[in-house]
Each structure stands twice: as structure tokens, then as C-alpha cells.
């Protein structure tokens, strides 16, 4: 009896989609579910008469592999990935390999890689980007995890992944334990940060400028034939267009409370725990969090109303200027995403190929857009670029968009019209670029109240020094010296 290349756990929409992609392939798919009739149901439709073997049990799965077996979990991301894997060890051999394909917060892959690689085995955390089309048709993927398993893993995923110019695959090694699922994360970071940025748009334009869904669409259509040419914008245009049963704009009914599945949230903590200011991904996550305070600001909305600003002026400069700070916006969100992987990579030895990334981004993932070529480039011309807008591209282009970006920003302070990620963007962009900050003053505050020290700009870096501040002196009594 012929054996299956490759075992599929979790025949959800994601998990079918992937397994019929590799199928199409060319590749022998088991498949297995935990409920009852979902393996007959896929059998007797989408997957009759095609190179599956169906799975009733983890043994028969198991069983049903070519060796050495690769085992691929499509599931709910947290306990469910442990408790499969928990079934799954006792039944395979050592050089078998575990894929998770799920959205596992990644220092869960890298403890996941070192239990599964004691026990013999081989561990991958892939991110996968792309949602149900791009399982079909051809995801991004960023696998990362035991370096061992790379080789064997390496034809199917680059097989099914998507491919841009001159066929180059978007699927590479990231790096071991965690790294796939971490790059992941940051995607999806950013991921929030230009659905937050397009959302802003569309306000501004809608409550300022009084646009019509339709006007709205066409504008977005025109910013999809130029630098902001991307999936997102594309599917905005397409989502404004879209009409209800009743004629009406289907979008204006659609309830303004926004989900999330926890990336972005992640994102934002690594961030944090990093050091590394990611600020502008941090505002697109709280302001999903505020949107679910649906009925609090429903509340608020009676009491505080929103200044009775009223735009006069020329509308196509002004979309022209939104779409500059639309464009800077997003290479500040950029910026910061790849400034956290840089971080994270000294942080646990991974060596990260940032252009590589990039490249992984430019096809079948929800961000991918003409601007990662940019990126790409960036990183072959100087895989050692500290910040992107050091990039003379990025540079200059940031350069070009400020004026209108702080036109734009000024215009939503004005009229009241919430604009966190873009004016968050541009405060991030003026502190970056300012030499010298108010932290001179904050360090002598902390050291008023606590003792903290400060360094001097006439000494050198690493002597710290403490005041008395209420007799004048300089002390010899200091706290420890510590960052938290």
C-alpha cells in the first residue's frame, strides 16, 4: 500500500486548504481530525478521488508515513499543540519531524523544540501568512526550529509557498527554536499597523472630507497603482465598493468593534521586553482595544462632542498629502517591526536574513506589497542597516512625504478625528530624529526621587554620578544601577 509524504492534523479550513495545495503538488496527504465525520466529509468532497489517505486515530496517521514521517498540526494555537504533540511522541522514531503550522506565540515553539528534539525527533514552528486563499493558492511561510529538519521539510514547503518574480519561493530558514514563530509574530504586528493606517485614512476621509464609499473606493484603487500597491489597500478599494442587499454600503453596517487573536498583543510585549520602541504597532493593537469598548464610548459620545471643524480647501491636495502620510506611516511601522528582529536576534542568537524576510513577505502573505522589494533592496545594498529610513530609498521618501504627513496629522487633531497610529508614527519619527531629548531631565528626576545616577555629556559613557539634590552636593550614596 502506498504511504502518504506527509501527515495533515487538523482539517479545518486552513489545514484543508494546505493539504489539497500539496496534493496539487504532487505530494500523498494523510489526513486526521480530532471530531468525528470531518476526515469522511473532506474524503467524499473536495478531497474524492485524489492522493489522500484518511486517519481515524494518531496511530493510523502515524502509521500511514513514508519514514521518515513529517506531521503537520493545523490546530488552535496554546494547549491543544502540546497535548497533540504529547500523543504524537510515543508513536514515532527518532529523525521523524513535527511541523506546527498554527499562530504559537513563539516561546512556545522554542520549549516545543527542545522537549520534541530530547525525545529523537525534529521540531518546526512555521509561521503561515496568507489566510485560506493563500493556503490554497500558495502562502507565505517562515519556518524555523530544529536546522536538521530543513532539508527534509524544505521541497514540500517550498513547493506549496507562494512564488514571486522569476519563481523564487516565498519560504526559507529563519532560524532555530523560535525564530519562525517570532518573524511571524512581527508580520502580523505589522500586519496591524497597516490595516490601523488604512483605517485612519478611511475616517478622515469619510468624517472630514465627507466622502462617499464609492469616492472612497476609487481613491484607494489609484493608491493601488503606485508605491502603496499592496494586498490591503487592494482589498479596501474592493470592500468599499461592496453594496448591502438594500443598495447601501455594506461596510456601514458592519459593527465598528475590531477582533484580535493576540499577535499583535504579542508584538507589542516583545517589544517591550526588548527595549525597543514599537510604538505605532502598539497603537493599532490598544486601538483595537478600544473599539471594543463599544458601548463606553456610545456613552461618551452624548457628553463630549467632536470639534465642529469643517474642511475647506482643495480635496486632491489634501488626498495627496493623506496618501504621503499613509506611505511615511508605514515605513515607520516597518522600521520599528525589523528594529524588534534585529533585537530578538541578538537576544537569542539567531543570525536573521532581513532582505530574506522581506522577500518570504512579498508574495502570498496578508502584507505583502511592491513596497518589501524595497525592503529587500535595502538589506542586499546593507545587510547591517540599523534603521530603514537610514536607507537612502526610504530616506528620501520619508523626507518627501513629511510635510503633508504633519498636514494630515494636524488636520485629524483639529477635527477631532482619531488618528493613533499616524500621529504615533510621526512622534516616533521626530524623536528618532532628534540628537538631543528631554531624558536628561527625566535621569535627574529618577535621580531626585531614587538615586538613580545620570551619565554627564562631559564625561564618558559608563561613569554615573549622583546629586543631592536638596543640599546641592554631589553624594557618594547611589542606588544599584539595573534597567527594568
Not at 511561510?141 to 507562494?162: D, H, N
Amino acid at each position: 500500500m502506498k504511504k502518504a509524504d506527509i501527515g495533515m492534523i487538523g482539517m479545518a479550513v486552513m489545514g484543508e486548504n494546505l493539504s489539497m495545495n500539496m496534493e496539487r503538488h504532487g505530494y500523498t496527504v494523510a489526513v486526521y481530525d480530532i471530531w468525528d465525520g470531518v476526515v469522511d466529509k473532506f474524503m467524499a468532497g473536495r478531497g474524492a478521488g485524489k492522493n489522500f489517505i484518511p486517519a481515524y486515530s494518531f496511530g493510523e496517521l502515524v502509521a500511514s508515513l513514508e519514514k521518515p514521517r513529517v506531521v503537520m498540526m493545523m490546530i488552535r494555537a496554546g494547549s491543544p499543540v502540546d497535548e497533540t504533540i504529547e500523543k504524537l511522541l510515543p508513536l514515532l522514531e527518532p529523525g521523524d519531524i513535527i511541523i506546527d503550522g498554527g499562530n504559537s506565540h513563539f516561546p512556545d515553539t522554542a520549549r516545543r523544540c527542545t522537549l520534541v528534539e530530547e525525545h529523537g525527533m525534529l521540531y518546526v514552528g512555521t509561521g503561515v501568512s496568507g489566510g485560506a486563499e493563500g493556503a490554497f493558492n500558495g502562502p507565505s511561510m517562515m519556518p524555523g526550529g530544529s536546522p536538521a529538519a530543513w532539508e527534509r521539510v524544505k521541497p514540500i514547503l517550498q513547493a506549496i509557498c507562494a512564488k514571486v518574480e522569476g519563481g523564487v519561493p516565498c519560504c526559507d530558514w529563519v532560524g532555530e527554536g523560535g525564530a519562525g514563530h517570532f518573524v511571524k509574530m512581527v508580520h502580523n504586528g505589522i500586519e496591524y499597523g497597516d490595516m490601523q493606517l488604512i483605517c485612519e485614512a478611511y475616517q478622515i476621509m469619510k468624517d472630514y472630507l465627507g466622502m462617499t464609499a464609492d469616492e472612497m473606493s476609487a481613491v484607494f484603487a489609484e493608491w493601488n497603482k503606485g508605491a502603496l500597491d499592496s494586498y490591503l489597500i487592494g482589498i479596501t478599494a474592493d470592500i468599499l465598493s461592496r453594496r448591502d442587499e438594500d443598495g447601501e454600503p455594506l461596510v456601514d453596517k458592519i459593527l465598528d468593534t475590531a477582533g484580535q487573536k493576540g499577535t499583535g498583543k504579542w508584538t507589542a510585549i516583545a517589544a517591550l521586553d526588548e527595549g525597543i520602541a514599537l510604538t505605532m504597532i502598539g497603537e493599532a493593537v490598544f486601538a483595537r482595544c478600544l473599539s471594543a469598548a463599544k458601548d463606553e464610548r456610545t456613552e461618551a459620545a452624548k457628553v463630549f462632542s467632536a470639534p465642529a471643524a469643517k474642511f475647506e480647501g482643495d480635496r486632491e491636495a489634501f488626498l495627496a498629502d493623506l496618501g504621503q502620510a499613509l506611505y511615511a506611516s508605514k515605513i515607520v511601522s516597518y522600521a520599528q517591526g525589523y528594529s524588534l528582529m534585529r533585537s530578538a536576534a541578538k537576544t537569542y542568537g539567531w543570525n536573521l536574513n532581513y532582505g530574506g524576510i522581506a522577500l518570504m513577505w512579498r508574495g502570498g502573505c496578508i502584507i505583502r506589497s511592491a513596497f518589501l522589494g524595497k525592503i529587500k533592496e535595502a538589506f542586499v545594498k546593507d545587510p547591517g542597516l540599523t534603521n530603514l529610513m537610514m536607507d537612502p530609498y526610504f530616506r528620501d521618501a520619508v523626507k518627501n512625504a513629511e510635510a503633508g504627513w504633519r498636514r494630515i496629522a494636524a488636520a485629524g487633531i483639529v477635527s477631532g478625528v482619531p488618528m493613533p497610529a499616524m500621529t504615533s508614527a510621526l512622534t516616533y519619527y521626530d524623536g528618532w530624529r532628534t540628537e538631543r531629548l528631554p531624558a536628561n531631565l527625566l535621569q535627574a528626576q529618577r535621580d531626585y526621587f531614587g538615586a538613580h545616577t545620570y551619565e554627564r555629556v562631559d564625561a564618558p559613557r559608563g561613569q554615573f554620578f549622583h546629586t543631592d539634590w536638596l543640599s546641592g552636593e554631589v553624594g557618594n550614596t547611589a542606588s544599584t544601577q539595573y534597567n527594568a
